[in-house]
Every structure is written in structure tokens, then in C-alpha cells.
T-cell receptor, first 107, second 118 residues
Framework: DIQMTQSPSSLSASVGDRVTITCRASQSISKYLNWYQQKPGTAPKLLIYAASSLQGGVPSRFSGSGSGTDFTLTISTLQPEDFATYYC?????????FGQGTKVEIK | EVQLVESGGGLVQPGGSLRLSCVVSGFTFSDYEMNWVRQAPGKGLEWVSYISSSGTTIYYADSLQGRFTISRDSAENSLYLQMNSLRAEDTAIYYCASHKWGAGFAYWGQGTLVTVSS
């Protein structure tokens, strides 16, 4: 199976900060990389697909980049509603593995 | 409005079986790939199984060791997960999620809780 490793596992940030989350795949996955946001008690929400394509309805402060094994999710200006847990996911292989998650908390 | 509604969760003893259902509306079911994803209490997301839009291609997480079976019924706009030989570690919220080929999991249900305990 392809392993997905996110860093950091958690971070504290303030409203208005620029936040970057990294996801590394154990082997090349081209651009088959998605990003999700999950808030407590709710289902995940797709933010970015194919590494850098913004899902419809998602604010433009979210962006994704990368290819191969290294990927980044950036929130340009953190808003109060962005405090949540973020997951990357690869869909390159049959087993569509998720990263372990990055919790973004209020500083 | 797109809706995915899971059902069938509950409390089951170790070694028991459950069948989860996910009824979809608001989009053309036969155009979408479908998945089951689970989340153990306080843990991250774990992909469980995939079925193609035609139902001809199926994948499972290696960790399931052949105990689960995914299926779909286009006439009923429904996705299913038959879970056998359940273990304590299968305790989780089970979500169904759909996507077009090559895209991320755009639509999710609200989840159904499966608890495996004696």
C-alpha cells in the first residue's frame, strides 16, 4: 500500500495567518491527490482534487500544489471557520489511502 | 439536492454480521464511483472499499482480510456493505462517499455508527 504522511500532525495558528500543510507519499502518485476538511461530528468535505484543482464552492484562500511524492495545502489567510482537521488522500493505487490528518487549532 | 443516507449500523457482538446501506438521490447514481470510508472514535479516516460506476471493478483495504463485500443496485440507487466476522477494531462511523472517475470524493453521507462489543 502507498503510505501518506502528513506534517505537522497539529498546529496552532491565528486568524489571518498563512497556513501550510504537507503530505508526502511513499511512492510517486503523479497528481492523484485530494485534500479534505473535517469538523467535529460532520462528514469530510472535499477542498482540492487532482493536487491543485479547487472543488466548486470552496473559497479561493485554499490552494494545493505538488506532484509525484510531495504535496502542499495552503490556506492563504486563515478564517475562524477554517479551524478543523485536514486530510490528504491518494487515489493513484487501488487502495485509496488517507494521511493521518493535521489538526489546525486556534492559537 | 444531493443526498447520501446511510443506515444499518448498530451494536453487534464480535464475530457477528451487519449490512450497511447507502441510498443516494440528487445525482445520476450510475455515473458515479462509490466508496465506503470509516472513522474509528477519535481517529482518522480509513478508506474501506471501492466499486466502479458499472459495478465491475471492486477494491478493498488489505486490512479487511476478505470479511467485507461491497455491492450496488442501480435500480434502488443504493450502495451496500456486507460486513462479516466483525471485530472490536471494526468499531467506527461508516461513511459512503461518491465521486466521478479521477476526481475526489465530492459527496458524503452523514455516517452510520457500527459498534462491535460483547
Amino acid at each position: 500500500d502507498i503510505q501518506m504522511t502528513q506534517s505537522p500532525s497539529s498546529l496552532s495558528a491565528s486568524v489571518g495567518d498563512r497556513v501550510t500543510i504537507t503530505c508526502r507519499a511513499s511512492q510517486s502518485i503523479s497528481k492523484y491527490l485530494n485534500w479534505y476538511q473535517q469538523k467535529p461530528g460532520t462528514a469530510p468535505k472535499l477542498l482540492i482534487y487532482a493536487a491543485s484543482s479547487l472543488q466548486g464552492g470552496v473559497p479561493s484562500r485554499f490552494s494545493g500544489s505538488g506532484s509525484g511524492t510531495d504535496f502542499t495545502l495552503t490556506i492563504s489567510t486563515l478564517q475562524p471557520e477554517d479551524f478543523a482537521t485536514y486530510y490528504c488522500q491518494q487515489t493513484f493505487s487501488k487502495s485509496r489511502t488517507f494521511g493521518q490528518g493535521t489538526k489546525v487549532e486556534i492559537k | 439536492e444531493v443526498q447520501l443516507v446511510e443506515s444499518g449500523g448498530g451494536l453487534v457482538q464480535p464475530g457477528g454480521s451487519l449490512r450497511l446501506s447507502c441510498v443516494v438521490s440528487g445525482f445520476t447514481f450510475s455515473d458515479y464511483e462509490m466508496n465506503w470510508v470509516r472513522q474509528a472514535p477519535g481517529k482518522g479516516l480509513e478508506w474501506v472499499s471501492y466499486i466502479s460506476s458499472s459495478g465491475t471493478t471492486i477494491y478493498y483495504a488489505d486490512s479487511l482480510q476478505g470479511r467485507f463485500t461491497i455491492s450496488r443496485d442501480s435500480a434502488e440507487n443504493s450502495l451496500y456493505l456486507q460486513m462479516n466476522s466483525l471485530r472490536a477494531e471494526d468499531t467506527a462511523i461508516y461513511y459512503c462517499a461518491s465521486h466521478k472517475w479521477g476526481a475526489g470524493f465530492a459527496y458524503w453521507g452523514q455516517g452510520t455508527l457500527v459498534t462491535v462489543s460483547s
